[in-house]
Every structure is written in structure tokens, then in C-alpha cells.
């Protein structure tokens, strides 16, 4: 199987060697590399041409990732495609493991492993790959449903068959950021893909400025932006994607699906802070549930509502739509175990707030608790070990 290794980047000459080295020490040798240089102007091509003709060197005017990664697609030959970003590494094995998997998965439009985070401006020693990125392979969802709620696999973890990313379509030009999710999001939405449980990717975390130059962010500001273009990505996904394109489990027969995939779209949207998408969907999922008890797969689903990656700040203030959103779902009349399931990750919140000296934090998350799901949930919530089997199902 031959790979095509894609390398976009912008204003990175310092770490692209780097780079580009990992792929020159793949144990799979049957590969090419692109680098795609998005208009820099620092000495990107003066790096990329060290490493000629072992490399293809490509140039854009600076127009953002999306639209570097296109070019490199549309210029390469491979079976199979994995986009390096510039500053990342790739571990000796990784192309091999990625071939081993397409090649006895045939069914499979890609492969996807494990990743870790360094830190520095070296390549990292063994001592320095300790901050993996737990994947939820406990979780019974489906692969599309479990990255909806936390996207694990940035783009250097997983390759896609060449075809298959010509089927997708190309990347999202107006995106300046989660360009990668939105892709992988597109191809999990009608393939589960290959596990590969190994790590196959060496992320690099560091101070810096990143983005196109129309677009550009220093490191500590970026996660106003993974907010901004993840809730571009979720808004687009309400209006174009089908509901049982949410439905949390591959079987069709599940009991309860279509208020299944309701639940699960409302939960979604709510952790992507698309709030006026999440209450459509948790108010058709009310009208569904009607006066039955929730099932236990209805209540692990629930337990997902306050889990937002990019946290739970803005819920805070009463005085904008967090209040507007508490009261809306203290509204509802939703069953107790249900309130206790939507409260759940409240108890953590808490704690984490109060160890870090945060208690102002922790009380506003108390009372946004008890304003949206009453005094009782919020008590049972607290005075217990009561998860919702969230821990286990997602570990």
C-alpha cells in the first residue's frame, strides 16, 4: 500500500525538518510526501528543499490549511492519504500500522490509532509521552456519535483511502480551524473505520501563533476559536444531516430509536453551544418520552449535557442565555432520574473548581444545577457516587 503523506504548512520552518524526518524513518517504506507551503515567509522553501527530491515541494498564496490540504490531494498518487501537520511527529511504525489495518479491514475507509502529546522544540525522549488522548473504546455508540461529543482523532491519527477522500469531497475552505474534525466527522458519518490500538502519532503542544495570516491566533487565545468554527461546523450539521445520522447505535431495531437519536442530537448541540439547535431537538426528544421512564441508555446519553470540552463558563450568567437556558430546561418537567442524569458531570465540575481555589466558580455551578434541574437532582447528584454508568461506558 502506497501513502501519501501530507505536510501543509505556514510559518513553521523551524519544526518542519522535523517533520518531514519522521516520514523519511517510516518502516513502510512505499510512500510519498507533499509539502504544501501555504505562502510563508520565513524559509519554509528553503527547508523543504533540503530534503528534494525526497519530498514534493508545493506553494500557495496564503489562502489557510483547508486549501493547502486540497491542493495536496488533488496532486497526490497514493492508496491512501495521512495529512502530518507541521509541527507533529509521526512514530517509526506509523504507516505501517495504518497499512496492516486497511489491508485486513478491506471494509474499512480508514484507520485510526492512538495519539500523545510533547511538549518542546526537540523530538521527544520516552520520558515525554505520558499526555495520551484517551479514546472511548468502551463506548457501544457509534464512532461519528463518540467524535461528535469529543473529537480524539486529530488528523495525523488517521489515514484515509484515497478514494474515499475524493468521495468526501474536499476540505471546508471557510474554515480556518477544525478543518480536521470536519472531515473526519464527514467520513465516521458512513464508516466505523479501523481501530488501531497503538499510538501513532506524537502531538507537539506549544506557545505559538497559529492559523492562516487572515485568521491568525496565539496559542492562548485559540480556544475562542475552536468554539466559533466547532459551532459553524454543528449548525451545518443540524440543517444538512439526517436525524437517524445521530442515532447513537448502529442497530436498527434499538427500541426507542427515533427518540434515541433525538436525545443524542439535543446532547450534542448542547455541548457544542448550539443552544437553539439543542432545545428543537431535547423538545421534540420531551414530546417523544412523554410519560415513560427513561431507559438506562436514555440516562448514560443524558449524562453527556454538561460535558463540554470547551467548558461550561457561559452557562454561568444568569443574566444572558445561561439563565435563559436553565429555565427553559426546569420547564420541561423532565422525570427525576433524567434531571439526576443531565446534572451528573456538575459533581466533578465542582470538585475540580473547589481544588483549584475556584469556590466562586463552583457555586455558580451549583446554582445553574439547581435553577435547570431542581434542588433534588442536584442533592442526589452531589451526595452520591451516582453516574449515570457514564465512567464506565465512556472510559
Not at 151 to 173: I, K, M, N
Not at 177 to 187: C, E, V, W
Request: charged share 25%; proline share 5%.
Amino acid at each position: 500500500m502506497r501513502f501519501s503523506v501530507l505536510i501543509p504548512t505556514f510559518e513553521r520552518a523551524d519544526l518542519l525538518g522535523q517533520a518531514i524526518e519522521s516520514v523519511l524513518r517510516q518502516t513502510h517504506g512505499d510512500y510519498e510526501i507533499l509539502v504544501i507551503d501555504d505562502g510563508s515567509s520565513d524559509g519554509t522553501a528553503e527547508v523543504a528543499r533540503r530534503y528534494q527530491p525526497a519530498i514534493r515541494y508545493l506553494r500557495q498564496e496564503n489562502r489557510g490549511k483547508a486549501a493547502a490540504l486540497n491542493l495536496g490531494v488533488a496532486a497526490s498518487a497514493g492508496d491512501a492519504i495521512i495529512v502530518l501537520d507541521d509541527d507533529d511527529l509521526l512514530p517509526p511504525w506509523a504507516l505501517a500500522r495504518h497499512a496492516d489495518a486497511l489491508s485486513r479491514n478491506p471494509a474499512a475507509d480508514f484507520s485510526y490509532g492512538r495519539y500523545v502529546r510533547f511538549c518542546g522544540a526537540s523530538p521527544p525522549s520516552p520520558s515525554d509521552l505520558w499526555d495520551e488522548e484517551p479514546v472511548p473504546t468502551r463506548d457501544p455508540r457509534r464512532l461519528v456519535v463518540k467524535l461528535m461529543e469529543r473529537c480524539f482523532l486529530p488528523h495525523p491519527a488517521w489515514a484515509v483511502r484515497r478514494r474515499t477522500q475524493l468521495s468526501a469531497g474536499p476540505y471546508d475552505e471557510a474554515l480556518y480551524r477544525s478543518q480536521d474534525y470536519n472531515m473526519i466527522l464527514r467520513l465516521a458519518r458512513t464508516n466505523e473505520g479501523a481501530f488501531i490500538d497503538e499510538r501513532v502519532l506524537y502531538q507537539r503542544k506549544h506557545e505559538a501563533m497559529r492559523g492562516p495570516a487572515a485568521d491568525r491566533t496565539y496559542t492562548d487565545h485559540t480556544i475562542d476559536k475552536w468554539i466559533k468554527y466547532d459551532a459553524v461546523i454543528f449548525r451545518s450539521l443540524e440543517r444538512n444531516w439526517r436525524l437517524r445520522d445521530f442515532r447513537p447505535f448502529a442497530d436498527e431495531t434499538h427500541e426507542q430509536e427515533r427518540a434515541l437519536a433525538l436525545l443524542q442530537k439535543g446532547i450534542i448541540l448542547f455541548q457544542r453551544k448550539v443552544y437553539d439547535g439543542a432545545r428543537r431537538a431535547l423538545l421534540e426528544y420531551r414530546a417523544a418520552l412523554d410519560r415513560r421512564a427513561p431507559s438506562a441508555a436514555e440516562r448514560m446519553i443524558a449524562a453527556g449535557l454538561m460535558g463540554c470540552h470547551h467548558g461550561v463558563e457561559d452557562l454561568l450568567d444568569f443574566a444572558s442565555e445561561g439563565g435563559e437556558l436553565a429555565g427553559w430546561m426546569r420547564a420541561r418537567q423532565w422525570p427525576l432520574s433524567l434531571r439526576i442524569a443531565f446534572a451528573t458531570q456538575i459533581r466533578w465540575r465542582v470538585r475540580a473548581a473547589v481544588s483549584a481555589g475556584k469556590v466562586a466558580f463552583a457555586g455558580g455551578l451549583l446554582r445553574y444545577s439547581r435553577e435547570a434541574f431542581g434542588s433534588a437532582a442536584t442533592l442526589a447528584i452531589m451526595g452520591s457516587k451516582y453516574s449515570a454508568g457514564l465512567k464506565a461506558w465512556r472510559s
